[in-house]
């Protein structure tokens, strides 16, 4: 019984990390309508910049948010206006613009290679870190430090994201041209710009849950990949779009991913995300939380 | 030297060439109505405006600066704002997070909350709904939001494009009635309408389109009587 308790506990603050993973991919989704396959290379940017932020200058890896944040928010903003904004230019008249998809297919290749060629492929991670196997003991129960860091993280950037969506001129704008970018440019909004805060915004999440990672996960050049496939999961559970949805996708299948092997062999467990991924596409494919705004 | 000067402007989609040498003059204060059948390009001279379609030939003047070339949201902050056709409110949004969006233009921006009293004023079915999901609205409602919000961007030229579409004759008066004193008020309005009477008896002016080309321009009143128009338009 103990077990299970512990094994809930860790499922969910570990599920609220990969919530925080897929974040930037439901944020960048709701606004551009494209899924960025790029996003686990941002991610595994953003731990990069964590881990040599932390290496080089030797501050405490949680405060390194305030330097991860700004960098991959500007990373991410940039990438869109050199790279992706030209595409959309182009496909200026398609409702969703596929070739987008195809170039950020290509900067997820191109980013893990470049760190491969840069860094090379080894396992790295932070020398004398006290956190990586750090245990909170409540009795029997043990609960892991960084992970309980992480999910409060997670929240709190989830409430910061939702409040700027919900009360600021830019959050309005923003929600504005993710439901009708013609009637948006037409109240004085600036389409492309948008796109390229949402898209800085987005890696700046992915920088957040990086930091949120780095404590206990090794860094390597493919490390995104991981989070990715588990992130488009995710979003699809809880509503492509949707903030708090991410949150309790990620929760999901931190759960499942944690209680399972409770029950079953541990291989299981992947099946059982995947089923239910599946359940989801077939009874409601906007997801728990998405909401259908074609009228 | 009028507010808002058209000089024989080509507009197309693609190759389908819609307006052919269209000009066209709106003083300041004026309301100018322009009438037309399905397919006359009332719409479109309207999005040429705007900047969402590129103006191919002729040239745009508002207020002494070409705007042909410009994107849809520096023309807004210039002070010409388009109420589209259908509406095209932000659905998931609530009424007065539609309007604050109208207000985002840096003209409009500062003084976005003395404009919502304005607009509230004008229109209090609104404030009454001020945290209702847009897409929960009636027919006539979000009408109301898609003008109000047009509004809160302080217009200098208020483009109205059929705000009479799909709405019940008694709320039809209502919208129309609120079009004259929003134009009392000192708005310039550029209005395009099938419902040509009530639209030509709220105007000073009116250009009657076909197939892209101005057929008919004169004074409202005149238009209203002219055999052509009455046997045309208004079924007479």
Same mark, same amino acid.
């Given at each position: 019984?103990?077990?299970?308790?512990?094994?809930?506990?860790?499922?969910?603050?570990?599920?609220?990390?990969?919530?925080?993973?897929?974040?930037?991919?439901?944020?960048?989704?709701?606004?551009?309508?494209?899924?960025?396959?790029?996003?686990?290379?941002?991610?595994?940017?953003?731990?990069?910049?964590? $881990?040599?932020?932390?290496?080089?200058?030797?501050?405490?890896?949680?405060?390194?948010?305030?330097?991860?944040?700004?960098?991959?928010?500007?990373?991410? $903003?940039? %990438?869109?206006?050199?790279?992706?904004?030209?595409?959309?230019?182009?496909?200026?008249?398609?409702?969703?613009?596929?070739?987008?998809?195809?170039?950020?297919?290509?900067?997820?290749?191109?980013?893990?290679?470049?760190?491969?060629?840069?860094?090379?492929?080894?396992?790295?991670?932070?020398?004398?870190?006290?956190?990586? @196997?750090?245990?909170?003991?409540? =009795?029997?129960?043990?609960?892991?430090?960084?992970?309980?860091?992480?999910?409060?993280?997670?929240?709190?950037?989830?409430?910061?994201?939702?409040?700027?969506?919900?009360?600021?001129?830019?959050?309005?704008?923003?929600?504005?041209?993710?439901?009708?970018?013609?009637?948006?440019?037409?109240?004085?909004?600036?389409?492309?710009?948008?796109?390229?805060?949402?898209?800085?915004?987005?890696?700046?999440?992915?920088?957040?849950?990086?930091?949120?990672?780095?404590?206990?996960?090794?860094?390597?050049?493919?490390?995104?990949?991981?989070?990715?496939?588990?992130?488009?999961?995710?979003?699809?559970? =809880?509503?492509? =779009?949707?903030?708090?949805?991410?949150?309790?996708?990620?929760?999901?299948?931190?759960?499942?991913?944690?209680?399972?092997?409770?029950?079953?062999?541990?291989?299981?467990?992947?099946?059982?995300?995947?089923?239910?991924?599946?359940?989801? %596409?077939?009874?409601?494919?906007?997801?728990?939380?998405?909401?259908?705004?074609?009228? | 030297?009028?507010?808002?000067?058209?000089?024989?402007?080509?507009?197309?989609?693609?190759?389908?060439?819609?307006?052919?040498?269209?000009?066209?003059?709106?003083?300041?204060?004026?309301?100018?109505?322009?009438?037309?059948?399905?397919?006359?390009?009332?719409?479109?001279?309207?999005?040429?405006?705007?900047?969402?379609?590129?103006?191919?030939?002729?040239?745009?003047?508002?207020?002494?600066?070409?705007?042909?070339?410009?994107?849809?949201?520096?023309?807004?902050?210039?002070?010409?704002?388009?109420?589209?056709? =259908?509406?095209?409110?932000?659905?998931?949004?609530?009424?007065?997070?539609?309007?604050?969006?109208?207000?985002?233009?840096?003209?409009?921006?500062?003084?976005?909350?003395?404009?919502?009293?304005?607009?509230?004023?004008?229109?209090?079915?609104?404030?009454?709904?001020? @945290?209702?999901?847009?897409?929960?609205?009636?027919?006539?409602?979000?009408?109301?939001?898609?003008?109000?919000?047009?509004?809160?961007? %302080?217009?200098?030229?208020?483009?109205?494009?059929?705000?009479?579409?799909?709405?019940?004759?008694?709320?039809?008066?209502?919208?129309?009635?609120?079009?004259?004193?929003?134009?009392?008020?000192?708005?310039?309005?550029?209005?395009?309408?099938?419902?040509?009477?009530?639209?030509?008896?709220?105007?000073?002016?009116?250009?009657?389109?076909?197939?892209?080309?101005?057929?008919?321009?004169?004074?409202?009143?005149?238009?209203?009587?002219?055999?052509?128009?009455?046997?045309?338009?208004?079924?007479?």
């Amino acid at each position: 019984m103990l077990y299970i308790i512990e094994d809930t506990i860790n499922g969910i603050l570990m599920g609220s990390i990969y919530g925080l993973t897929a974040m930037g991919l439901t944020i960048i989704f709701g606004v551009l309508k494209v899924i960025n396959f790029a996003h686990g290379s941002m991610l595994m940017v953003g731990m990069y910049v964590t $881990y040599w932020a932390v290496t080089l200058t030797g501050i405490n890896p949680y405060l390194a948010i305030v330097i991860v944040a700004p960098v991959m928010f500007f990373f991410g $903003y940039y %990438l869109q206006d050199i790279v992706i904004k030209p595409i959309f230019i182009a496909e200026k008249n398609v409702r969703e613009p596929i070739t987008v998809i195809i170039v950020t297919t290509g900067i997820w290749y191109i980013l893990d290679n470049l760190t491969l060629l840069i860094f090379g492929p080894q396992y790295r991670s932070l020398a004398d870190n006290p956190w990586r @196997s750090k245990m909170l003991e409540f =009795g029997d129960l043990f609960i892991s430090v960084p992970k309980l860091y992480g999910c409060i993280i997670a929240i709190v950037t989830a409430a910061a994201i939702y409040w700027f969506f919900q009360k600021t001129s830019m959050g309005r704008a923003i929600r504005a041209t993710s439901m009708d970018r013609e009637a948006a440019s037409l109240q004085g909004i600036n389409q492309y710009k948008i796109y390229n805060l949402a898209f800085g915004i987005g890696s700046a999440t992915a920088g957040i849950a990086a930091v949120t990672l780095v404590p206990f996960n090794n860094v390597f050049p493919t490390v995104g990949v991981l989070f990715d496939i588990k992130g488009f999961i995710i979003v699809v559970l =809880g509503g492509l =779009g949707s903030i708090g949805g991410a949150l309790v996708g990620g929760i999901i299948v931190g759960l499942i991913e944690s209680v399972g092997p409770q029950f079953m062999t541990a291989t299981w467990t992947e099946a059982i995300v995947y089923g239910l991924f599946l359940v989801v %596409l077939f009874v409601k494919p906007s997801g728990l939380f998405g909401q259908k705004h074609d009228w | 030297m009028p507010l808002l000067d058209i000089d024989k402007i080509d507009v197309a989609y693609g190759d389908v060439q819609v307006i052919f040498e269209l000009s066209l003059k709106v003083e300041k204060g004026e309301v100018v109505s322009i009438i037309g059948g399905n397919g006359a390009g009332k719409s479109t001279l309207l999005r040429a405006i705007s900047g969402l379609m590129p103006v191919k030939a002729g040239s745009i003047t508002f207020a002494n600066d070409k705007i042909d070339k410009e994107p849809p949201e520096n023309i807004v902050t210039k002070g010409i704002v388009h109420v589209p056709e =259908g509406r095209r409110l932000f659905p998931l949004m609530s009424v007065k997070d539609n309007l604050m969006v109208g207000a985002f233009n840096k003209r409009a921006r500062e003084q976005a909350g003395e404009t919502l009293k304005k607009v509230y004023e004008l229109l209090p079915r609104l404030a009454e709904r001020e @945290s209702q999901l847009a897409m929960t609205l009636s027919g006539g409602e979000q009408q109301m939001v898609a003008i109000g919000r047009g509004l809160m961007a %302080l217009p200098n030229i208020l483009m109205l494009d059929e705000p009479s579409l799909g709405l019940a004759p008694i709320l039809i008066k209502g919208i129309f009635e609120t079009v004259r004193k929003i134009a009392d008020q000192g708005t310039t309005v550029l209005m395009v309408e099938q419902d040509v009477k009530h639209s030509l008896s709220l105007s000073d002016r009116g250009y009657v389109l076909e197939h892209g080309r101005v057929v008919m321009e004169g004074k409202a009143a005149d238009l209203i009587d002219d055999p052509h128009v009455k046997e045309a338009y208004l079924g007479i």
